[in-house]
């Protein structure tokens, strides 16, 4: 079962500014699909002798989904979360009870891969995933119990995931290719474009779009370039507004401030004093 050694004795935990968390890549052939794996765990269980209870933490969309088992020292429980399009408030593990979660990141279409759900049922939602895939669900739960080390979870995920996908993923290869070039460009390409660059119509690109991401092509650029904001201002370090604007694809620094208020529920000022309080995916964009 999950615990500290469970995962700093990995040769594949990736290392990252987050002392309660390990992150693992996973199997090649599932990396257009899956961002990567997350362990996390309280403190306590690391000696910390901190019992304050864990602040809320919101979660920047990314239009992506996820899978989460979470054991509270009685039960494992899995949860699907569907493509986010707004922020999400969670509370952090509590430092002060043996609680431990494993995360099934996915980039955007890869829950449609694993599952074959049409995604826009399952935009902003969250359900027992055995109530998706009671089959995978399980399986998943068995690799998660009885693994003795994170090497060998990841090879037991990889392993059932890779199985899962081989139906699905078919359908999404133009797909992924237009994400590239949402990515690419981040997120300022004109859908129009898009669609001619793929030879179908825009009415057919965001019914695909719909069905695969749960989201429109729009929609997602505009996630796309809200990300990209944060990512810009993480690397360079540098409050400049109109300068980080114009690198993401902003129209200008009220453009971005409109789409921070509406995808962050705050200002990029107010955004970058209460960093600590704010996460979004560092593999995904």
Known sequence: MIDVDFCINSDKAIITEYKNHCYFMPHILLRKYISHYTITYSYSLN?????EPSDELTIIPDGSGCIIFEFDGRELDGICWGPTSKLVRVKQVDS????????IEFLPGGLHALTGIHQKELKDMQCPFYDIDSKL?????????????????????????????EG???????????????????????IKKLAESEYI???????????????????????????????????????????????????????????????????????????SVFYNEPFKY
Not at 47 to 51: A, K, L, M
Not at 96 to 103: K, P
Not at 138 to 145: F, G, P, T, V
Not at 168 to 190: A, E, F, Q, W
């Open 47 to 51: 000696g910390s002798t901190n019992n």
């Open 137 to 165: 669900s399980k399986s998943l739960r068995n690799a998660i119990e009885f693994s003795k080390t994170a090497d060998e979870l990841v090879f037991k995920v990889d392993s059932i995931l890779i199985q899962a996908m």
């Open 96 to 103: 002060s009870h043996d609680e431990r979660m494993f995360f």
């Open 201 to 275: 119509s825009e009415r057919q690109l965001n019914r695909v779009f719909e069905e695969t991401i749960g989201l429109s092509p729009k929609m997602f650029s505009r996630l796309v370039r809200i990300n990209k904001a944060i990512k810009t201002y993480k690397d360079c370090i540098m409050s400049n507004f109109t300068y980080i604007a114009y690198e993401s694809g902003f129209f200008d620094q009220s453009h971005l401030i409109r789409e921070f208020n509406e995808f962050c529920g705050t200002t990029p000022s107010n955004f970058i004093k209460n960093m």
């Open 168 to 190: 699905n993923r078919k359908n999404l290869r133009y797909i992924l290719s237009v994400i590239d070039k949402i990515k690419h460009t981040g997120g300022t390409i004109p």
